[in-house]
């Protein structure tokens, strides 16, 4: 068994598009429109299934946010440096919420950037991980 995706409902599917594949560096890897269920849906990814997991973007006709609720942790990005990974998200225009340093009580260097959704996302600095 393997994680093949994770799903994430959001109010403007070219946005959030947008922010994954041009802040992220994603690709975006298929896109699916059900006019007749009413909703739309784009994988992203850093590659497709089955060498990579996916992230699948759920845009509902009509339903422009969500409430996230308090059980949604984050998304894990693991990333050579995370200094460096947040200075070209910034000037993408990403929103980094935790600037990159230590784990408390630890060494490893996190940071964690919000997506437009208002979704969570830590980069993890690791090396051997490509950006």
């Given at each position: ?57 759920t845009?509902?006709?009509?339903v ?25 998200i ?42």
């Open positions: 068994m393997r994680i093949l995706h994770t799903m994430l409902r959001v109010g403007d599917l070219q946005r959030s598009i947008d922010f994954y594949t041009q802040v992220l560096g994603m690709k975006l890897l298929r896109t699916t429109d059900r006019p007749e269920q009413k909703y739309s849906l784009a994988f992203v990814g850093y590659g497709s299934n089955p060498e990579h997991a996916e992230i699948e973007l845009y509902n006709y009509g422009s946010s969500y409430e996230l609720g308090s059980a949604y942790g984050h998304i894990a990005l693991g990333v050579p440096d995370a200094y460096a990974a947040c200075d070209r910034r000037a993408a225009g990403g929103n980094i919420t935790r600037e990159p340093g230590p784990v408390k009580g630890g060494n490893t260097v996190i940071a964690f950037v919000t997506d437009p959704d208002g979704y969570k996302i830590e980069l993890i600095q690791r090396t051997g991980d490509s950006e």
